[in-house]
């Protein structure tokens, strides 16, 4: 079929003593090669860079092409067998035992199983039909199953809407309890804590209370703020100075002061004062 193109020469720059492939000069022995278990190492063969740019390496020999005299294979021609008659089979004859009802007499069918192996939930079937009229399965589709396809269809986009809703809110009530967690560690706010934390497990295990939970804890942190700012402490009353550290009154003092001494004389004839031992 093919033959040595004698017609063929060697292309200028072959390179008949360059290997097509050499060895990898930046490959190394590794570390934990032992020649007596894994054998002689060798290093990985890569492309002759020199062949790249030259026609060829290595031996050349001449390219074989198509035979033109080539006839292809000769064999003899097929006719028909004179003598063939086909794959046997018994002959058939009418069955005696075959007949047929103008009414069959069949069970009315009072359930259909379905067996589908797949990971898929949410499966359901109903309005099954069997008909042996294909333009007639057609009308009852359009007029009793597309109607409620459609609607169910809306009805599963909407939940998935909502579903993907209470999503965001769930991740925005995330965000909320951990600030309120927060809140609830804030050094004044520490004889609320425990009753602000229980607050905020109740929250995050009934989520539908989440806005009264957060009024609750507004509520607890400005009643703190508003006490510690507007209602202030009592002022520590004034210091009492000794008997012996208290100045004598001067003369106008003492005459400015005669009438209380009188009082107070009144006052010590009514209750005798108890008198410190200096004063006795």
Same mark, same amino acid.
């Given at each position: 079929?093919?033959?040595?193109?004698?017609?063929?020469?060697?292309?200028?720059?072959?390179?008949?003593?360059?290997?097509?492939? #050499?060895?990898?000069?930046?490959?190394?022995?590794?570390?934990?090669?032992?020649?007596?278990?894994?054998?002689?190492?060798?290093?990985?063969?890569?492309?002759?860079?020199?062949?790249?740019? !030259?026609?060829?390496?290595?031996?050349?020999?001449?390219?074989?092409?198509?035979?033109?005299?080539?006839?292809?294979?000769?064999? !003899?021609?097929?006719?028909?067998?004179?003598?063939?008659?086909?794959?046997?089979?018994?002959?058939?004859?009418?069955?005696?035992?075959?007949?047929?009802?103008?009414?069959?007499?069949?069970?009315? #069918?009072?359930?259909?199983? #379905?067996?589908?192996?797949?990971?898929?939930?949410?499966?359901?079937?109903?309005?099954?039909? #069997? !008909?042996?009229?294909?333009?007639? !399965?057609?009308?009852?589709?359009?007029?009793?199953?597309?109607?409620?396809?459609?609607?169910?269809?809306?009805?599963?986009?909407?939940?998935?809407?909502?579903?993907?809703?209470?999503?965001?809110?769930?991740?925005?009530?995330?965000?909320?309890?951990?600030?309120?967690?927060?809140?609830?560690?804030?050094?004044?706010?520490?004889?609320?804590?425990?009753?602000?934390?229980?607050?905020?497990?109740?929250?995050?295990?009934?989520?539908?209370?989440?806005?009264?939970?957060?009024?609750?804890?507004?509520?607890?942190?400005?009643?703190?703020?508003?006490?510690?700012?507007?209602?202030?402490?009592?002022?520590?009353?004034?210091?009492?100075?000794?008997?012996?550290?208290?100045?004598?009154?001067?003369?106008?003092?003492?005459?400015?002061?005669?009438?209380?001494?009188?009082?107070?004389?009144?006052?010590?004839?009514?209750?005798?004062?108890?008198?410190?031992?200096?004063?006795?």
């Amino acid at each position: 079929m093919e033959i040595v193109d004698e017609e063929a020469t060697k292309p200028e720059g072959w390179l008949d003593d360059e290997p097509d492939e #050499i060895d990898d000069p930046e490959a190394a022995k590794p570390e934990d090669w032992e020649e007596e278990e894994d054998g002689e190492w060798e290093a990985p063969k890569i492309d002759n860079p020199k062949c790249e740019e !030259a026609p060829g390496c290595g031996e050349w020999k001449k390219p074989m092409k198509q035979n033109p005299a080539y006839k292809g294979k000769w064999h !003899a021609p097929m006719i028909d067998n004179p003598n063939y008659k086909g794959i046997w089979k018994p002959q058939e004859i009418p069955n005696p035992e075959y007949f047929e009802l103008d009414k069959p007499d069949f069970d009315a #069918i009072a359930a259909i199983g #379905i067996e589908i192996w797949t990971m898929q939930d949410g499966i359901l079937f109903d309005n099954i039909l #069997i !008909a042996d009229d294909e333009k007639v !399965a057609n009308s009852i589709l359009e007029k009793t199953w597309k109607p409620k396809f459609d609607v169910e269809k809306e009805k599963q986009m909407a939940e998935q809407a909502a579903k993907d809703s209470s999503e965001d809110l769930s991740e925005i009530q995330k965000k909320i309890f951990d600030i309120l967690y927060k809140i609830a560690f804030i050094p004044f706010l520490e004889p609320y804590k425990t009753k602000i934390i229980e607050l905020i497990e109740k929250g995050e295990k009934q989520p539908n209370i989440t806005i009264s939970i957060v009024a609750s804890i507004i509520v607890v942190l400005v009643s703190v703020l508003f006490r510690t700012l507007f209602g202030g402490k009592k002022a520590a009353p004034a210091p009492v100075k000794p008997a012996a550290a208290a100045k004598k009154p001067s003369a106008p003092e003492a005459a400015a002061g005669s009438s209380g001494d009188k009082d107070e004389k009144e006052d010590d004839t009514a209750a005798p004062r108890r008198r410190s031992r200096r004063e006795t």
